[in-house]
């Protein structure tokens, strides 16, 4: 014997999904599944950051700078990469720092006045790097310039030299 169909009872044990077409349960598993996207995206990214070398690029120490063809007697060159400025005299050419010796600015090559002037304190510095005044302590430093086999000058920031040494070209 069956009991007759109660269409009031039958409709409330429908599953929710069925009248609004997703479940609270449903939605939570969408949020966890979200949840754990994010997650593991970013695991994956602090995976990548840590697997790859934490290496500090900076600019080579030797490098070449032209025959001495390029360089005019009586110039000053400054080479912005390495901040360095290569002079030529008529004894030959030499390569010296344009880093200030006072607290470390940058000196900039004044044509018109034949001298090389720090900006931040006023320092002067002579063409052969000596201070015409302060109060920059020290000279600017000069570094070892070599020729190479192919003609090419080679600098090395590496090397100090005194700045009475200069490469007769
Ligand atoms: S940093 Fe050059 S004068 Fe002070």
Redo the contacts with the bound molecule.
Sequence with gaps: MSEPKNPTVSSSLEKPEDKEGLSRRDFFNEIAAGALGVAGLGAFVVSVRYLSPNVLFEPPTNFRIGPPSDYQVNSVTYLANQEVYIVRTSDGLFAQSAI?T????I?QWKPELEMIA?P????KFRKDGSVEH???PRPLQHFAVRMMPDGELMVDLLELVKPTQILKV
Excluded: I, N, Q
């Excluded at 006072?102 to 600015?105: D, F």
């Design positions: 200030c006072h607290l470390g600015c000196t720090c931040c304190h006023g320092s302060g109060p920059a």
